[in-house]
């Protein structure tokens, strides 16, 4: 997501000079080499990588994009706190909020404004990048106070004219509402997979349907385990209520209860078309 | 997929002549309009159209596909009985088979043999038709009993010159199988939106994971819950599993351990990475 953002503020000339470190020395041996337009040896999109972030020419960050795991983060803020200016804005890309917004903020005071754009997949690094990841995206940010600093705003004005959508909301309320619509959802993909049997006579057997009901189960297990131990609380009150949604529905089964079953059924089909999906690219 | 099944056999040039019966008006009126290649009014795509089946001139009619929901079948079979000749061929695309494999053996003896073709969508009718459907796709056959007769066997052949690839086995191994990887999934998709609140709030904020995740909550309300009761047993064994499995997830997430929730969700990615799925067209 870090590298998908670099490429799109290098394609819109929005970035005057564009910084990279950490990442695994992969993502940075591929990040240093990129070239945009890609490949045709005009400019790099990066005009500076270093492994180590220390070495990078703080005096001239005006934006730091944290985009790394949540379990990384208060302690790169604790550094940046060391290295940027009184006029230099850090944000992250975290998909859970749970602390981070309070130590973040505590730590950065105003500068800090932490976002979470709804894009992704389950593919990570550079060789995933892509500058049209954002295009028509929804990015929720969740500021630490009821103002926003001036200085943070500028991250809005700059995440609208990469042609997104800007929603404020509260950490709490991002952590229940991303419960329901992402960490559950998630959780429900894997508990499924790690239902079935271990045999080779299902393996032929997915249609379309399970592929892409099952296509975030391949998301990366120590991200989703540390995104659902930070939204736990959240996550555990969203499950309980599906749980009895499923055990309504196996007394339903067990009683045949035709009728009701399509009811809810229809209830379920109803809510899912009032959903405003991104578009599959 | 009966209209698709027309269109993949008209296109390929194995049907001599093509008859379509019953369905939506709408369906019809659409079946009976379509020309092939569309739209270039070269050919028609059915030869005759009629709402009523006994209208149609079964003396000619080598292979009858009763591509309608589960619950019509058993009747429909009585129906052929009646109309179709010694060496006519009869099989369904049901996705659940249950008790009906045994009455189609029962009234139309080796004349019948079900298939179940892993292709589809929650589009359904005639508009949502395509040659493409079949490409690839892999069909299941499930004979009523050890021995499939001859007569029966071209049906194989068709669907192996249509481009598909054949599975024959049991309706209580086809049933327990797609207990597991379609109709579950399923319920589990229908059972996620319906838990959801009822609010606005949350109707912005899917991105692609939920998107796919929930995609099939969009199927049709009234033959799922057809197939879900036809199969229920099944059914209710599977969720079953699955319900011990987030027991277990949420004792882990109340007790944060993240080391046996990784376990489980590393587990559950190299499951999914185990499957073979259609390509997404």
Not at 61 to 83: H, K, M, N, S, Y
Not at 136 to 155: F, K, N, S, W, Y
Request: proline share 5%; charged share 25%; net charge negative.
């Amino acid at each position: 997501m870090g590298g998908s953002l670099a490429l799109a503020l290098r394609h819109r000339g929005y970035a005057h000079r564009l910084f990279g470190a950490g990442g695994s020395p992969e993502d940075l041996r591929l990040a240093a080499a990129a070239e945009y337009p890609r490949g045709d040896g005009t400019a790099p999109i990066f005009d500076l990588c270093r492994e180590d972030p220390a070495e990078l020419p703080w005096a001239e960050v005006d934006l730091v994009v944290v985009a790394t795991p949540p379990a990384t983060l208060a302690e790169i803020f604790g550094q940046l706190r060391e290295w940027i200016s009184e006029t230099c804005v850090v944000t992250d890309l975290a998909s859970v909020k749970g602390d981070l917004v309070a130590s973040g903020t505590a730590l950065l005071g105003g500068r800090y404004l932490s976002a979470h754009p709804l894009v992704g997949g389950e593919r990570h690094g550079f060789a995933a990048a892509t500058a049209e990841l954002y295009v028509d995206a929804l990015i929720l940010l969740t500021p630490g106070g009821e103002e926003v600093d001036p200085r943070a705003l500028a991250l809005q004005q700059l995440w609208e004219a990469l042609g997104c959508r800007v929603r404020m909301l509260s950490p709490g309320e991002h952590d229940d509402a991303l419960a329901a619509t992402s960490h559950l959802p998630h959780l429900l993909a894997y508990a499924f997979m790690a239902s079935l049997d271990d045999s080779d006579a299902l393996r032929d057997l997915g249609g379309s349907g399970l592929r892409d009901f099952s296509r975030i189960a391949e998301s990366d297990p120590a991200l989703w385990t540390d995104i659902l131990l930070r939204n736990r609380e959240a996550v555990r009150r969203r499950l309980q209520t599906l749980r009895h949604t499923l055990d309504h529905l196996d007394g339903l089964l067990a009683q045949g209860s035709a009728a009701v079953l399509g009811d809810i059924l229809a209830t379920a089909r109803a809510r899912r078309q009032q959903f405003r999906f991104p578009p599959r690219t």
